[in-house]
T-cell receptor, first 114, second 113 residues
Framework: EAGVAQSPRYKIIEKRQSVAFWCNPISGHATLYWYQQILGQGPKLLIQ????????DSQLPKDRFSAERLKGVDSTLKIQPAKLEDSAVYLCASSLDRWDNEQFFGPGTRLTVL | QKEVEQNSGPLSVPEGAIASLNCTYSDRGSQSFFWYRQYSGKSPELIMSIYSNGDKEDGRFTAQLNKASQYVSLLIRDSQPSDSATYLCAVNYIRGSYDKVIFGPGTSLSVIP
């Protein structure tokens, strides 16, 4: 069984630029999560999808971050414009559904904002 | 504000000893509890899940849950250097149609050969 795929693995941009991350969850997993993990901290949930609907985006900075999962499979997370404090690892995870939420994580995207 | 707390460590144990990792949570509505292991520079990996009070054993790992005390722990028996990693506690609470997963800050474990 293929795991969660993410790309790119690394990205360096300058502040005020835009960036997009892509995630493909495990086949058949209805729930998809995007997390931000700053060095030395636990993952912080940005947004949770159930199929193509948003379950929780309460911690997503909506003035600069957006995410979509149009066909209920893969998802993109965008930052526009980026700030220095957005430097972090962005993790995508999926679970079978929101009630069976053993989560499986992708390798992450390490973002550096200069 | 729902919180999950863990000692940040680092926790150092000698090889072969028992490592004990602790986690407390603030919301009594929490229903599912998970332990993830995260090696430096890697993504979290699920190692244990527990849903009811008591102990759950899987190989060298034992998860313990006490909902009355709002406490969940992970014991690692016969600790090996390869167990050196950060251990993340995650708590999921469900209330009606609303559910949320919150991760703790993690405890860094170092197993000394």
């Amino acid at each position: 069984e293929a795991g969660v795929a993410q790309s790119p693995r690394y990205k360096i941009i300058e502040k005020r630029q835009s960036v997009a991350f892509w995630c493909n969850p495990i086949s058949g997993h209805a729930t998809l999560y995007w997390y931000q993990q700053i060095l030395g901290q636990g993952p912080k949930l940005l947004i949770q999808f159930q199929n193509n609907g948003v379950v929780d985006d309460s911690q997503l900075p909506k003035d600069r971050f957006s995410a979509e999962r149009l066909k209920g499979v893969d998802s993109t997370l965008k930052i526009q414009p980026a700030k220095l404090e957005d430097s972090a690892v962005y993790l995508c995870a999926s679970s079978l559904d929101r009630w069976d939420n053993e989560q499986f994580f992708g390798p992450g995207t390490r973002l550096t904002v200069l | 504000q729902k919180e999950v707390e863990q000692n940040s460590g680092p926790l150092s144990v000698p090889e072969g000893a028992i490592a004990s990792l602790n986690c407390t949570y603030s919301d009594r509505g929490s229903q599912s509890f998970f332990w993830y292991r995260q090696y430096s520079g890697k993504s979290p990996e699920l190692i244990m899940s527990i849903y009811s009070n008591g102990d759950k054993e899987d190989g060298r790992f034992t998860a313990q849950l006490n909902k009355a005390s709002q406490y969940v722990s992970l014991l690692i028996r016969d600790s090996q250097p390869s167990d050196s990693a950060t251990y993340l506690c995650a708590v999921n609470y469900i209330r009606g149609s609303y559910d949320k997963v919150i991760f703790g800050p993690g405890t860094s474990l170092s197993v000394i050969p």
